[in-house]
């Protein structure tokens, strides 16, 4: 099995991911650093660590949690800064499970974590367009024209954004803000604030609260709890 569909297997991320830690030097094999994209794991036989820990696809548990990600926790694993981490909110589940996708460090709700590799592939493929609803506190009130170009498409650096939903829930005109729920289909970096910069109102808050029809409600911030069959079922088939 190639390296990187083992290190997916295993849980420990998607196939992509696991390319840039084995380019990053994270990954060993009996020992030694593995860099080499195409290795081929001899099960059974070799030992594979990540981050000095062995993993193996031997037929882990695969366990699904949906954590409502509190504003000040990053969705990496580590980093440079030390800041706080989504996994430091996970305190008793037995196996690494690790974020699908990310929200930025200040932007709060809705993580699905699993340490089922496949699962994480197929959810954050950029073929996928799988739907993701957020709450934005923004400046100022969007006009009718702003939020037919935010719906259409906007240019943002290199790309231009696939179609869109968007909604004003609430104005406040006093303080000149307000509310609006926006649905992208897409995962690029920052996605959602550079769209409302991109219209003229930036964001001020943001929140996920949902992923496909599977929401956030119920549970409090900094908490989580398993997926349900049902919502795995729709995740796995959709
Ligand atoms: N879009 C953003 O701007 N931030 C997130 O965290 C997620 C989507």
Known sequence: M???????????ASRRKAEEYIKNGRVKVNGNIMTELSYKVNLGKDLVEFDGKKISVEDEKK?????????GYITTVKEQFDRPSVMDLI?????RVYPVGRLDYETSGLLLMTNDGDLTYKLTHP?????????????????KDEMKNFKEGLKIENYITAQAEIKILKTNLE?????????IHE?????????FEAIGHPVMNLKRVALGKINIKGIESGKYRKLTKSELEYLKNC
């Open 2 to 12: 190639r390296i990187n569909k083992f290190i997916a297997r295993s849980g420990v």
């Open 63 to 71: 366990v699904y949690i949906l954590l409502n990600k509190p504003a």
């Open 91 to 95: 305190s008793d589940i037995e196996e």
């Open 127 to 143: 073929s996928h367009e799988f739907k993701k609803t957020y709450i934005a506190s923004v400046k100022g009130v969007p006009t």
């Open 175 to 183: 303080k000149n803000y307000s509310v609006c729920m926006a649905v």
């Open 187 to 195: 995962g690029h970096n920052r996605q959602v604030r550079k769209m």
